[in-house]
C-alpha cells in the first residue's frame, strides 16, 4: 500500500512543480511584453524630448535674439533636474512609482500645451517654464523607471530589461536629432511642439494602461503603517517617527555597498566629459566644413547610435544566455574605452577612421549604462531609489557645470584639448574605480579562502575515524 502511494505521490509532486515552473514561465512572458510596451511608449517620449531640446533651443534663440537665453534656458533646465534627483527617492517612498511616470509625461504634455496657446506677450515666461517642467519631469519618470525595473521583470531580467530600454533611448534620440531640422524647417515650431506634446500624451496613455509594479518605498516586506514584518520601522524613513533621528537616505544608499560611492561619482565626471564633447562637436565640424557644419555632427551621432544600439544586442543575448549582467568592471572598462574613443575622435583622423571611432564610443556608452544601472539596481529596494535620485543630482550637476567651464574654455583652446582634459578626468577616476573594485574582489577571494580552508580543518579536526570528541559529538549528531 505505501509502496503504491509513493509513486503517486512522487507523480503529483513532479506534477504540482511542473504546474509551478510553467506559470513562472507564463508570468514572466507577461512581465517581459508587458515592459516592452512600456519601453514603446518611453521611446515614444524620448523622441518628443530629443525633438525639443532642438526645436526649443531654436525658438529661444529666434524669439529673444540672444544666445546668452539659449544657455539660461539649458541651465534652468539642468537645475530642475538637479532638485527633482534630490527628492525623487522620497516620491518613490511615498507614491507609486506608475503614478510618478504617469504625471511626469502629463506634466511635460500640459507645460508644452501651455507653450502653443500663450500669447506673445507670456512666450519668455512660458519658455522658463517649459523648461522648468521639462528638466524635473525628466528625472521624475527616468529615477522610477530605473528603480523599479527589478519589480516589474525579476532581479534576473534587469540586464536585459535596462539594455532593452537603453535602445529604445538611443533609436529615439537618433530619429529626434535627425527630424528636428526637418520637422521645424517644414511645419514650423508650433507644429513641432503639437508633436511634442503628443509624445508625452502617448507615454502617459501607455503608463496608464498598463500594471507597473515599484515605488512606495518599493519594499513589500513594508505594511501600510511604514512598519516592515518584523514591526520595525522600515529602512530609509525619513523624518522623524517614534524618537528616530532623520538620516541621509541618499547618502546610506552610496555606503550600502563597496565601491558605490567612487561608482556614482565617476558617473558625474563621466557627465563632466561628455558636455565637453557636446560642447565642441558643433565648433570641429564647422573647421572641417565651414558651409555645412551640420553634416558631420548629424552623422558622428547616427554612428554613434549605431554602436549604441549593437552594443545592446550583445549585451541582451549574453544576459539571457548566461542570466547574468555585465557588473561594475564593465562600468569601470567601459568608461575608460569610450572616454578615450571620444578624445580620439577630436584628433583629425580621416572621417573613416573617425566613424569607427564613434561606432566604438557609441558601444562603450551602452556598455557604461547597462553596467551601471544594473549595479545601482542590486541595492535594496528601499535604498534603490535614493541611490538613483542622487546619481540623477551628480549627473546634472556635472553636466551643467561642464558646459559651463567648457564653453569658457572652447573660447581659448582647442576642441582637441578641451575633451582631452575632461574625459581624461574621467579615465583618471575610472582607473581608481577599477583598482578599486579589484581590491574588493580580492579581499573577497582572499576571505572566502580563509573560510575554506577552516571549515576543511574543522572537518578533518572532526573525522569520526580519528575518535576525536568532536567527531564523535557530529556523527552521533
Given at each position: ?5 509513493g509513486p503517486k505521490?512522487?507523480k ?6 511542473e504546474?509551478?515552473?510553467a ?16 519601453v514603446?511608449?518611453?521611446a515614444?517620449?524620448?523622441?518628443g524630448?530629443f ?10 534663440y529666434?524669439t ?10 539649458m541651465?534652468?533646465?539642468l537645475a530642475?533636474?538637479f ?13 507609486s512609482?506608475k503614478?510618478i511616470?504617469?504625471?511626469a ?6 507645460v508644452?500645451?501651455?507653450l ?8 519668455t ?10 528638466g524635473?519631469c ?14 516589474m521583470?525579476?532581479e ?9 530600454s537603453?535602445?529604445?533611448?538611443s533609436l ?11 520637422v521645424?524647417?517644414l ?12 509624445t508625452?500624451?502617448a ?11 515599484g ?5 513589500a516586506?513594508?505594511g ?11 529602512e530609509?524613513s ?5 524618537g ?16 558605490m ?8 565626471v563621466d557627465?563632466?566629459g561628455?558636455?565637453s ?9 564647422t ?8 553634416v ?9 547610435a ?9 549585451i ?11 557588473g ?12 578615450a ?5 577630436f584628433?583629425?583622423?580621416p ?8 561606432l ?6 551602452g ?6 544601472t544594473s ?5 535594496p529596494?528601499t ?6 535620485g542622487l ?7 556635472g553636466?551643467g557645470v561642464?558646459m ?7 573660447d ?7 575633451v ?5 578626468a ?26 575554506a580552508?577552516?571549515?576543511k580543518?574543522?572537518a578533518?579536526?572532526?573525522?569520526p ?9 557530529v556523527?552521533?549528531?
Amino acid at each position: 500500500m505505501g509502496s503504491a502511494d509513493g509513486p503517486k505521490a512522487d507523480k503529483a509532486d513532479g506534477g504540482a512543480r511542473e504546474s509551478r515552473e510553467a506559470q513562472e514561465a507564463r508570468d514572466t512572458a507577461v512581465s517581459e511584453r508587458r515592459f516592452r510596451f512600456l519601453v514603446a511608449g518611453y521611446a515614444v517620449s524620448s523622441y518628443g524630448t530629443f525633438l525639443n531640446m532642438v526645436a526649443l533651443n531654436l525658438f529661444v534663440y529666434e524669439t529673444t535674439g540672444r544666445a546668452l537665453a539659449m544657455g539660461l534656458f539649458m541651465a534652468v533646465r539642468l537645475a530642475s533636474g538637479f532638485v527633482a534627483g534630490l527628492v525623487v527617492g522620497g516620491l518613490l517612498a511615498r507614491f507609486s512609482a506608475k503614478s510618478i511616470m504617469l504625471w511626469a509625461n502629463v506634466g511635460q504634455g500640459a507645460v508644452m500645451l501651455v507653450l502653443i496657446l500663450a500669447p506673445d506677450g507670456l512666450l519668455t515666461g512660458a519658455l522658463m517654464a517649459v523648461s522648468v517642467v521639462i528638466g524635473a519631469c525628466g528625472t521624475l519618470f527616468m529615477v522610477a523607471l530605473r528603480s523599479s525595473i527589478p519589480e516589474m521583470v525579476g532581479e534576473d531580467r534587469r540586464a536585459w530589461a535596462n539594455s532593452l530600454s537603453i535602445t529604445g533611448r538611443s533609436l529615439a534620440m537618433v530619429a529626434g536629432f535627425a527630424s528636428a531640422g526637418v520637422v521645424v524647417s517644414l511645419v514650423g515650431y508650433t507644429a513641432a511642439f503639437v508633436v511634442d506634446m503628443a509624445t508625452f500624451v502617448a507615454c502617459a496613455v501607455t503608463v496608464a494602461l498598463l500594471p507597473i509594479a515599484g515605488g512606495k518605498g518599493a519594499d513589500a516586506a513594508k505594511g501600510a503603517d511604514g512598519k516592515g514584518a518584523d514591526g520595525t520601522a522600515a529602512e530609509g524613513s525619513g523624518a522623524r517617527k517614534g524618537g528616530r533621528r532623520w538620516r541621509p537616505v541618499a547618502f546610506l544608499a552610496l555606503a550600502a555597498a563597496p565601491g558605490m560611492g567612487l561608482m556614482v561619482a565617476l558617473r558625474g565626471v563621466d557627465a563632466f566629459g561628455s558636455s565637453s564633447h557636446n560642447a565642441a562637436l558643433p565648433i570641429y565640424s564647422t573647421s572641417l566644413d565651414t558651409s555645412n557644419p551640420a553634416v558631420f555632427v548629424s552623422a558622428f551621432w547616427c554612428v554613434w547610435a549605431l554602436g549604441n544600439i549593437g552594443a545592446q544586442q550583445v549585451i541582451q543575448r549574453y544576459a539571457q544566455r548566461t542570466g547574468r549582467s555585465v557588473g561594475a568592471l564593465g562600468f569601470g572598462y567601459g568608461t575608460v574605452v569610450m572616454s578615450a574613443a571620444f578624445i580620439a575622435a577630436f584628433a583629425g583622423f580621416p572621417l573613416a577612421v573617425t566613424a569607427v571611432i564613434a561606432l566604438i564610443a557609441g558601444a562603450a556608452d551602452g556598455l557604461t549604462e547597462v553596467a551601471y544601472t544594473s549595479h545601482l539596481q542590486t541595492l535594496p529596494a528601499t535604498l534603490r531609489g535614493h541611490a538613483f535620485g542622487l546619481s540623477a543630482t551628480f549627473e546634472n550637476l556635472g553636466f551643467g557645470v561642464g558646459m559651463i567651464l567648457v564653453a569658457a574654455a572652447l573660447d581659448r583652446f582647442s576642441p582637441l584639448a578641451v575633451v582631452g582634459w575632461s574625459h581624461g578626468a574621467a579615465i583618471v577616476v575610472a582607473v581608481v574605480f577599477l583598482l578599486r573594485v579589484a581590491g574588493v574582489r580580492r579581499a573577497g577571494r582572499v576571505g572566502r579562502a580563509g573560510r575554506a580552508g577552516l571549515r576543511k580543518e574543522e572537518a578533518v579536526e572532526g573525522r569520526p575515524d580519528r575518535g576525536d570528541r568532536d567527531g564523535a559529538e557530529v556523527s552521533g549528531g
